[in-house]
C-alpha cells in the first residue's frame, strides 16, 4: 500500500475525536485496519519491530458478519492454498494494528489461515487513544466476554466458508487477547489448542466480564500454552500459580484438556516480552514463545 494513504489514513484517525459517531469509528478502523502503531503504545522501538513479508500470501482486511453486524479482521494466508489449519489471533487492548497484522503473516507463512479480528469495534477505535488508562476506561472495560465470545464464533466461521479447516483450530493471544485465549478455551468445544502469551487469569468481577480464567479451569476443552514472564508486575507469580492449581485439580477430576495444559516462566522477563515494536521485547524468551506456540499447534492440529 502507497505509503502516503497510510499516512493520510492515520492522520484521519488521529483528527477525529474518540466520541464520535460508530458509523465513523467503523469507517476510519476499516480504512487503517492493520496499519501503523496505537498511539497508547508508546513509546516505539524504533528499529527493533519485525517485518514480515507478504510475499506469497493472501493478506489484509476482510468484512465478518456477526448477526447483521460487519466486523472487520486482519487475514492472512498461503496464496493458492485451501484446507488450512486456522489460528484466530487476538490483540492487546491497542486492537489491530500493525504488530498484530505482521503476527498474522508469521503464521500464514507457517501454514495457516491467519485471523485477527477487531474486537472492540463497537464501542470504539483504540489507536486514537494516548493514554493506557483512559483507553481501558472508555473502550477496553465496555466490551463484554459474552459479545467477544460471539465475535470469535463468527470468526470461525467465516474461515470455514474462506479455505480454513476449522477441525484444525487454534486461538493465540497477547495481554488482553492472552486472557481471551483462555476464555475461548473454555467457550469452543471444536478448539483443538491455545497459546496464551502473558493473558491476566484472575481480575474483579463485572457485569462484562463475569467470569476470569482461573474460575473457568474445569471447563477447559482445548489445551493451552501459557507463556508468562516472572518479572510481569501486572501478573505475578503467585497468580499464575493459582490458575496452575485450577488446571490441576480439573485434570484430576477427569478433564484431560485441563490436565494437558502447560505454563512456561520465562525468569526476569517483563509483562509484553513478544511485543517487538515496544521497549518490553526480550528477543530470547520473545523467540523461544514463537517456537514453543507453533510446535504446540502443530502437535494439537
Not at 492454498?81 to 507463512?109: C, M, Q, W
Request: proline share 6%; net charge neutral.
Amino acid at each position: 500500500m502507497n505509503r502516503n494513504l497510510i499516512e493520510d489514513t492515520h492522520a484521519l484517525l488521529h483528527s477525529t475525536h474518540a466520541s464520535s459517531a460508530a458509523p465513523t469509528r467503523r469507517l476510519a478502523l476499516q480504512t487503517a485496519l492493520g496499519l501503523g502503531y496505537a498511539a497508547a503504545a508508546a513509546p516505539l522501538m524504533a528499529q527493533t519491530a519485525i517485518k514480515t513479508s507478504g510475499e506469497g500470501l493472501v493478506e489484509g482486511e476482510v468484512m465478518i458478519d456477526v448477526n447483521g453486524f460487519k466486523m472487520p479482521a486482519y487475514r492472512s494466508a498461503p496464496e493458492g492454498k485451501t484446507n488450512l489449519p486456522v489460528v484466530l489471533v487476538i490483540s492487546e487492548i491497542f486492537g489491530v494494528h500493525e504488530y498484530i497484522a505482521d503476527v498474522t503473516r508469521r503464521f500464514a507463512k507457517a501454514g495457516y489461515l491467519a485471523i485477527a479480528p477487531e474486537l472492540f469495534v463497537r464501542q470504539g477505535d483504540p489507536s486514537m487513544y494516548g493514554e493506557i488508562a483512559k483507553l481501558q476506561a472508555e473502550i477496553i472495560s465496555k466490551v463484554p466476554d459474552a459479545q467477544v465470545m460471539g465475535d470469535l464464533d463468527a470468526t470461525v466461521a467465516w474461515a470455514a466458508a474462506n479455505g480454513g479447516n476449522t477441525d484444525k483450530l487454534a486461538i493465540t493471544g497477547f495481554c488482553w487477547g492472552g486472557r481471551i485465549t483462555w476464555l475461548y478455551a473454555a467457550h469452543n468445544p471444536k478448539l483443538k489448542a491455545g497459546v496464551a502469551w502473558y493473558g491476566r487469569v484472575e481480575g474483579d468481577t463485572t457485569p462484562n466480564n463475569p467470569k476470569h480464567p482461573v474460575g473457568l479451569a474445569a471447563a477447559i476443552k482445548a489445551p493451552v500454552l501459557g507463556l508468562y514472564g516472572a518479572a510481569d508486575t501486572g501478573i505475578s507469580v503467585a497468580s499464575v500459580d493459582r490458575m496452575k492449581a485450577a488446571l490441576t485439580q480439573a485434570g484430576t477430576q477427569g478433564n484431560a484438556a485441563a490436565k494437558a495444559c502447560e505454563f512456561v516462566m520465562y525468569p526476569d522477563t517483563p509483562h509484553a516480552f513478544h511485543a517487538d515494536y515496544r521497549p518490553s521485547y526480550t528477543q530470547g524468551p520473545a523467540v523461544d514463545g514463537w517456537n514453543r506456540a507453533i510446535a504446540w499447534m502443530k502437535r494439537y492440529l
